[in-house]
């Protein structure tokens, strides 16, 4: 069966496609925010796949990149596919709007490269994992934190899809020994991490605490996104934002990290006997 694409990997295409078209007409993110009387912030997120674009923003765009008949119905046949509603579910109401542009990005990236400093990544979470950590979070409803918790399994469907991403995690082996939600709970997240290393659907590496102080040690988390054909973006989540870096430097940056961190963990084979083995202990 050939999966769908979703509105967000529309959104993608259109973004890359307006990028290339504003470069080869030799403007730049201001020239663009002119055009709609935007920011130039609102640019870069219509650039980056972010957002929808609508058809009196996609117009004077067009218009002023100069683009022929031919290929502007392309464009707009792409917008259209961007601005589909998802079927509604159970828990869309729940996650806020910061969320739902990280899911969006997240949902089209061929490659995820992660550092989290206290958690393991939400792609990997067991339920009950997932369900210690939300409830811990005073600002969600308690009313919505089972709706949450289906909302975080739901994203892990990509990891069993037919264009699965590449998902790398880089975790300081003090996550694989908090007791999240206690021993019960951790012991059967640890399984369930094993499973999915074993089977190919996760690339898991970890930073030994012998290691004392590394390039990440007073990062936030941070994930490196790398969607089709387009360039790297950065997602940086802290306790009230979630922010997206494109900014060619600051990129680089983040992107140097997670190398740096990587030469400093253990091999996949060794991480993965690391987990057994806490696991085993609990």
Request: proline residues 6%; aromatic residues 4%.
């Amino acid at each position: 069966m050939v999966e769908e694409q979703s509105p967000s990997s529309y959104k993608g295409q259109l973004g890359m496609e307006l990028k290339r078209l504003r470069e080869a007409a030799g403007l730049d993110f201001e020239d663009a925010a002119r055009v709609l009387g935007c920011s130039v912030s609102k640019i870069r997120t219509i650039e980056r796949g972010q957002v929808s674009v609508r058809p009196t923003e996609l117009r004077p765009l067009l218009d002023e990149y100069r683009v022929g008949p031919a290929e502007r119905a392309d464009l707009e046949h792409l917008a259209e596919q961007s601005r589909r509603r998802r079927p509604r579910t159970p828990w869309g109401s729940a996650v806020p709007d910061r969320l739902r542009r990280f899911f969006n990005a997240e949902e089209t990236a061929a490659v995820i490269r992660a550092y989290q400093p206290n958690l393991l990544h939400g792609l990997v979470q067991t339920e009950g994992y997932a369900r210690a950590v939300i409830e811990t979070n005073s600002s969600v409803p308690r009313g919505d934190v089972d709706r949450l918790v289906q909302a975080r399994l739901a994203r892990q469907a990509r990891l069993t899809s037919e264009r699965p991403p590449e998902l790398h995690l880089v975790v300081d082996e003090h996550v694989l020994r908090a007791p999240v939600g206690g021993a019960k709970v951790m012991r059967e997240q640890l399984r369930h991490l094993a499973a999915l290393a074993r089977r190919g659907e996760v690339r898991v590496r970890v930073i030994p605490t012998g290691v004392g102080v590394h390039p990440g040690t007073s990062s936030p988390s941070f994930m490196v996104l790398s969607p089709p054909s387009r360039p790297n973006i950065v997602y940086v989540e802290t306790l009230t934002d979630g922010l997206f870096v494109d900014e060619q430097e600051r990129l680089a940056r983040y992107e140097t990290v997670m190398v740096e961190m990587q030469a400093l963990a253990l091999s996949e084979a060794d991480s993965l006997l690391l987990v057994d083995t806490v696991a085993a202990a609990l």
